[in-house]
């Protein structure tokens, strides 16, 4: 069952879709088993053995209805450090270009501000994330690379991405992270998770090497620190 919410994409639109799957979680309706949250949406899946398709709609609609009721919640700020251009970002004088800008300022542009994550998907790991400034929206290539590399940062369109695994990719790559997005050995394999920020810091060659190696050796940990979001009544 999709819950379509029937509003522009925004920061506003996911509090509510964010409150929404806090009702969810809370009321643990019999029969729901999961739900995933997207950009202007909400997928439940259901057991119809223990729940009627009436029914379901039904519970769903009387929850959304409810949905952006005053809530505080604590999410996860994460800082993801990022070697810019170079081999690790071949394409950040082509982004610069095309903006009228210095590849300083596209560093600064990208990493001078918090990216909200509306959704995961396309790849285990894979954040679709909000907030890039205008001023270094990049067109996605004409022609698709066939491998980008794990921890590839880029800018496709409107948004800035990072590639979890290697993978075919149309982004504008402008750097790399030595962090793993995606460990499937781990109990919890996901660095971040929808409803995260996520902070690019940039870093030089050196640091990004000492913390490749630590991210090898398992001592590394990722920066991350707790905000308070409060979802208001509208």
């Not at 999709?2 to 994409?9: D, Y």
């Not at 082509?94 to 790849?123: C, P, R, W």
């Not at 499937?184 to 971040?192: A, D, R, T, V, Y």
Request: aromatic share 10%.
């Amino acid at each position: 069952m999709r819950v379509q919410f029937c509003e522009q994409v925004s920061s506003r639109l996911n509090k509510k879709i964010r409150s929404f799957c806090l009702l969810l979680k809370k009321e643990r309706i019999k029969g729901i088993v999961e739900w995933v949250p997207a950009y202007d949406c909400v997928s439940v899946y259901y057991l119809p053995d223990q729940l009627t398709y009436h029914a379901i709609c039904e519970e769903l609609s009387t929850l959304s209805s409810y949905a952006s009721r005053d809530k505080v919640e604590q999410r996860n700020r994460i800082f993801i450090p990022t070697l810019y251009g170079g081999e690790a970002g071949s394409d950040l004088d082509h982004v610069a270009v095309s903006n009228q800008l210095t590849k300083e300022e596209v560093i600064e542009n990208h990493s001078g501000t918090d990216y909200l994550i509306y959704m995961m998907g396309f790849l285990p790991g894979f954040p679709y994330m909000g907030g890039l400034s205008k001023s270094i929206c990049t067109p996605r290539l004409e022609s698709p690379r066939l491998h980008v590399p794990a921890g590839s940062v880029g800018i496709a369109g409107e948004q800035t991405v990072i590639y979890s695994l290697q993978s075919p990719g149309g982004a504008n790559i402008i750097g790399r992270t030595p962090v793993t997005l995606f460990d499937s050995s781990q109990e919890n394999p996901f660095l971040f998770q929808a409803e995260d920020k996520i902070r690019f810091v940039s870093i030089t060659e050196e640091e990004y090497e000492a913390i490749e190696q630590a991210v090898k050796n398992g001592s590394y940990k990722v920066r991350k620190e707790v905000f308070h979001d409060e979802t208001k009544k509208h």
